[in-house]
Structures are given as C-alpha cells and as structure tokens.
T-cell receptor, first 109, second 113 residues
Framework: GDSVTQMEGPVTLSEEAFLTINCTYTATGYPSLFWYVQYPGEGLQLLLKATKADDKGSNKGFEATYRKETTSFHLEKGSVQVSDSAVYFCALRDNDMRFGAGTRLTVKP | DAGITQSPRHKVTETGTPVTLRCHQTENHRYMYWYRQDPGHGLRLIHYSYGVKDTDKGEVSDGYSVSRSKTEDFLLTLESATSSQTSVYFC????????????FGPGTRLTVT
C-alpha cells in the first residue's frame, strides 16, 4: 500500500542554518503531496502542497519539489529561525491520506 | 485558519466509562476524520465520514464508534474506555474535490486511568 518515509529526528540546528528534511513515498497512483507542521500543544497545520510531478510548493520560506523520478518531496528552508522549532510531517493523498512519522526540529539561538 | 473546534480539550476518565468527543466545523466540508496521535505511532486514522450519516472505519477503529447527524458535527465515542485509549485525538476536515488536503482541529488530550 501507499506509505511515506521521512528522516528520523530529532534535528537540531543553529539559527540561520539550512534545513533539509527528507521525505520519500511509495504510491500506486499519482498522489498529491503535503508538508504539515505541528507546534507544541496544537494540531497539524498545512505548510505546503504539490499536486503533480515537478510542482514546487512553498510557504513561509519553506519549499518542497515533487520529484516523481526519485519519489521524493524533501522539505527545505534556507535560513531557519527559533520559531520554526516544531514537528514536521510529510503526507500523501492517493486513495486516502498517509502521514510520515514526523521529524522534530529544534532551532537554537 | 479553518474553523474547527474540538471539545473537550482535556479529559480524564476512568477505565470502563463511555466517553464522547465532539468535533465541530464551520467550513461546510463534506469529509471529516478522527485520528489519534501517539508517540512512536504518528497519526492513525480511527474513523471518517464522507457525508451526513455516512461513515467508515479507519485502521484503528476497534473500541470506537462515530456518528454524524449534521454536516458540522462529528462525534467520536469510546464505548468503554481503556488505558490503551489514552492519547491525543485530532479531528480533521477536507473538501470533496482534490487535492483533498486536510485541516486539523486543536486536539483533545484524553487520559484513561
């Protein structure tokens, strides 16, 4: 069945460092791909999305490109801030929604 | 932010008691979902609804039931709560057209003692 694999955390970075969180997927169809962010004590918030191959989703300085050839949707940000500390979830939607296990990011001043 | 509220936000209950969690939306979205989130397991789908009185099971539905009598409300009932149902429960909604991104409520932290 469909599945999402994302890099295990936790990830700890210094402020202004470059962020990459890897996400790969397995799907039988042509899924839509998503990144969600969860701050402590809150629900998941949609961060960005891409619906077809080569689409780039972007929001708040975060980007991810839908790579069909490598079945990947890696999340990147050029310069992280302390306020980006959260748990990030990669997800796909084909017949149903599948979430990765989440990657905890801590950004230190 | 999508208009989704959950009640209660926190609850402590005893083993064997029934518990009902409520999800309310103001977005008029067709689809509604209940998930549980546990360390080491990520998000797991319990039940979902694709319309009023139309529901189906997710991957961890045992011990749970749902009802949807109005578009805006989706209730999750733990028929006889057990300690293994201690978790954080999230409601989500999505539209009936693609790409079906889901929008989440703030969650309910349930502790079964």
């Amino acid at each position: 069945g469909d599945s999402v694999t994302q890099m295990e955390g936790p990830v700890t970075l210094s402020e202004e460092a470059f962020l990459t969180i890897n996400c790969t997927y397995t799907a039988t169809g042509y899924p839509s791909l998503f990144w969600y962010v969860q701050y402590p004590g809150e629900g998941l918030q949609l961060l960005l999305k891409a619906t077809k191959a080569d689409d780039k989703g972007s929001n708040k300085g975060f980007e991810a490109t839908y790579r069909k050839e490598t079945t990947s949707f890696h999340l990147e940000k050029g310069s992280v801030q302390v306020s980006d500390s959260a748990v990030y979830f990669c997800a796909l939607r084909d017949n149903d929604m599948r979430f990765g296990a989440g990657t905890r990011l801590t950004v230190k001043p | 932010d999508a208009g989704i509220t959950q009640s209660p936000r926190h609850k402590v209950t005893e083993t064997g008691t029934p518990v009902t969690l409520r999800c309310h939306q103001t977005e008029n979205h067709r689809y509604m979902y209940w998930y549980r989130q546990d360390p080491g397991h990520g998000l797991r789908l319990i039940h979902y609804s694709y319309g009023v009185k139309d529901t189906d099971k997710g991957e961890v539905s045992d011990g749970y039931s749902v009802s949807r009598s109005k578009t805006e409300d989706f209730l999750l009932t733990l028929e006889s709560a057990t300690s293994s149902q201690t978790s954080v429960y999230f409601c989500a909604i999505s539209e009936s057209t693609g790409p079906y991104e889901q929008y989440f409520g703030p969650g309910t932290r349930l502790t079964v003692t």
